[in-house]
């Protein structure tokens, strides 16, 4: 590297840097979300489908593991993509929820610490991710929001199962504008 690159990325970039810490937040909300709905299903519920050609939650966290760990681990981060997107669809389980939970968390602590680790400078750098021409900003832009819209897909399915049983997560107060 040389020195005005050097420079380049010790000058503090405070909307990078915002965007950097937003992203690893979002990260650990969605788990936190998708915790909550584990927490309230059991192992074959989990593995439950719509109908033989939609995805189950379990499907759609091996998914979502996956995904992080392509564009955001290695897109972003540099390491090997070793990625098997169809294993992720075709598996039917029972993978225990413990185990999956455990695989799908690390994936999220593997994402946040590429997040952490990397550069303002860094995030316009192009990159080739799963066959398209992106950057490092857009990387992680394009994986937070597929993981936080899949995070919203597996409330939907965990209320779908558990209808009146479902406990929220989150319930607004006065002090939210709840009535």
């Known amino acids: 590297m040389n020195q005005q690159a050097d420079a380049e990325d010790n000058v503090e970039d ?3 840097r915002l965007f950097l810490g937003t992203s690893r937040d979002r990260l650990h909300q969605c788990r936190e979300k998708i915790e909550h709905c584990l ?4 192992d074959q519920q989990i593995w439950w489908r ?6 189950s939650i379990g499907n759609l ?3 979502l ?3 992080l760990r392509q564009w955001i681990v290695a897109g972003v981060g540099g390491a090997d993509d070793v990625r098997d997107r169809p294993r992720e669809f075709a598996e039917r389980g029972p993978i225990p929820r413990a185990e ?3 695989q799908f968390s690390q994936a999220i602590d593997e994402a946040a610490d590429t997040l952490t680790n990397t550069l303002p400078s860094q995030l316009p750098t192009p990159k080739r991710v799963q066959g398209f ?3 490092n900003l857009s990387a992680v832009y394009d994986s937070v929001a597929h993981l936080s819209g899949h995070t919203q897909e597996i409330v939907f ?7 009146d049983r479902y406990r929220f997560h989150w319930t607004p107060g006065p002090e939210h504008g709840a009535a």
């Not at 927490?39 to 059991?42: D, F, I, P």
């Not at 719509?50 to 995805?55: Q, R």
């Not at 399915?157 to 209808?163: S, V």
């Open 50 to 55: 719509a109908d033989p050609s939609s995805n």
């Open 133 to 135: 021409e992106v950057n």
């Open 61 to 63: 966290l091996l998914h």
């Open 100 to 102: 999956l939970f455990a």
């Open 39 to 42: 927490g309230q299903l059991e």
């Open 157 to 163: 399915m965990t209320r779908l199962q558990l209808g």
């Open 14 to 16: 405070p909307v990078a």
């Open 65 to 67: 593991a996956g995904n």
